[in-house]
């Protein structure tokens, strides 16, 4: 899988050669906050790794040790649980929730476990079929109602057959939004509800999907989803598509949550790992120039 974080970051990449046209070893201050500007790190992140930098001449290794800095909090441990695995993808209308759903849905069952799918998102006829089209693609089954009906009741009923036919994992989809923010509030909370009356200590996972080529703006709404039902770790979807891709420090930075996956990609296969050596290598090498 080595590249691919490195692979999407390619229009960061490009946006950072428009304020760094030739690569160098050393930066001034003031190139170094505007590339970060550039690569959409947020101001107010950017005002602090330049004032916690002390050194005139930045090198690839001061930038470095500040970036992972900011990472700190990526790394994420999976809770104890009793199978089935149970997770519930939130986030807004359209941040590529139900494509996560079949990324995470492939990955499991490459590893050879047994998935089930939840069709959650009862608002709309068209993403009950969006799901469903997944899991005939993927051949993973899915518990699906039809539009309108009680979305909790199809988390129940998902959960449900998968503790009696012995699933592994139990993936939610949910809907991004509803007529108003507090339907939508309450209904996450009410999943979360029959989650673990239906299976104790679920969900154990709770991901938020945050689209990557949103930005810093992403962060509001973040905080929004963990107030309302927790969440424990976030994927950043399109990561592939922008030029966006230094807003993952301020996400990761601001909200304190792991970063689990990143999305590179509609298709299933293209769900990586975060890994925040390769995330901040890939970034470093479109700045600084090799040494020799
Ligand atoms: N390039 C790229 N496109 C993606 C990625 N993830 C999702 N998409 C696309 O984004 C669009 C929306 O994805 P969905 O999975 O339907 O989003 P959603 O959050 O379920 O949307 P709603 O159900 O409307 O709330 C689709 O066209 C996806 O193919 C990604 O990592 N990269
Ligand atoms: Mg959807």
């Known amino acids: 899988m080595l590249g691919f974080i490195k692979k999407s970051l390619s229009k960061t990449a490009d946006a950072i050669k428009s304020v760094v046209p030739k690569k160098k070893i050393i930066f001034t201050k003031d190139e170094l906050e505007?590339?970060?500007?550039?690569?959409?790190?947020?101001?107010?992140?950017?005002?602090?790794?330049?004032?916690?930098?002390?050194?005139?001449?930045?090198?690839?290794?001061?930038?470095?040790s500040k970036l992972l800095a900011t990472l700190a909090y990526t790394s994420y441990k999976?809770?104890?649980?009793?199978?089935?695995?149970?997770?519930?993808?939130?986030?807004?209308?359209?941040?590529?929730?139900?494509?996560?759903?079949?990324?995470?849905?492939q990955k499991y069952k490459d590893e050879g476990k047994k998935v089930i799918l939840g069709a959650g998102d009862t608002f709309r006829a068209a993403a009950i079929e969006q799901l469903t089209l997944w899991s005939k693609k993927l051949d993973i089954p899915i518990v699906a109602s039809s539009q309108g009906h009680d979305s909790s009741a199809v988390a129940y009923d998902t959960?449900?057959?998968?503790?009696?036919?012995?699933?592994?994992?139990?993936?939610?989809?949910?809907?991004?939004?509803?007529?108003?923010?507090?339907?939508?509030?309450?209904?996450?909370?009410?999943?979360?509800?029959?989650?673990?009356?239906?299976?104790?200590?679920?969900?154990?996972?709770t991901l938020l999907v945050i689209?990557?080529?949103q930005g810093n703006s992403a962060i509001a709404q973040a905080k929004a989803f963990d107030?309302?039902?927790?969440?424990?770790?976030?994927?950043?979807?399109?990561?592939?598509?922008?030029?966006?891709?230094?807003?993952?420090?301020?996400?990761?930075?601001?909200?304190?949550?792991?970063?689990?996956?990143?999305?590179?990609?509609?298709?299933?296969?293209?769900?990586?790992?975060?890994?925040?050596?390769?995330?901040?290598?890939?970034?470093?090498?479109?700045?600084?120039?090799?040494a020799s």
């Open 159 to 205: 959960i449900d057959s998968a503790k009696s036919k012995g699933f592994d994992n139990v993936i939610i989809d949910t809907a991004g939004r509803l007529h108003t923010q507090t339907n939508l509030a309450n209904e996450l909370k009410k999943i979360n509800r029959i989650c673990e009356k239906a299976h104790k200590g679920s969900p154990h996972r």
């Open 227 to 290: 107030d309302m039902i927790g969440i424990d770790g976030i994927i950043i979807t399109k990561l592939d598509g922008t030029a966006k891709g230094g807003s993952i420090f301020s996400i990761a930075y601001a909200l304190e949550l792991p970063i689990v996956y990143v999305g590179t990609g509609e298709q299933p296969k293209d769900l990586v790992a975060f890994d925040k050596y390769e995330f901040v290598d890939g970034l470093l090498d479109a700045i600084f120039e090799e």
């Open 78 to 105: 999976e809770p104890e649980y009793e199978a089935p695995f149970v997770e519930l993808i939130v986030g807004v209308n359209g941040a590529g929730k139900t494509t996560t759903v079949s990324k995470l849905a």
């Open 34 to 64: 505007e590339i970060l500007l550039e690569a959409d790190v947020e101001y107010e992140l950017v005002e602090i790794i330049i004032e916690q930098t002390y050194q005139t001449k930045i090198t690839r290794d001061i930038l470095r």
């Open 211 to 213: 689209d990557g080529t």
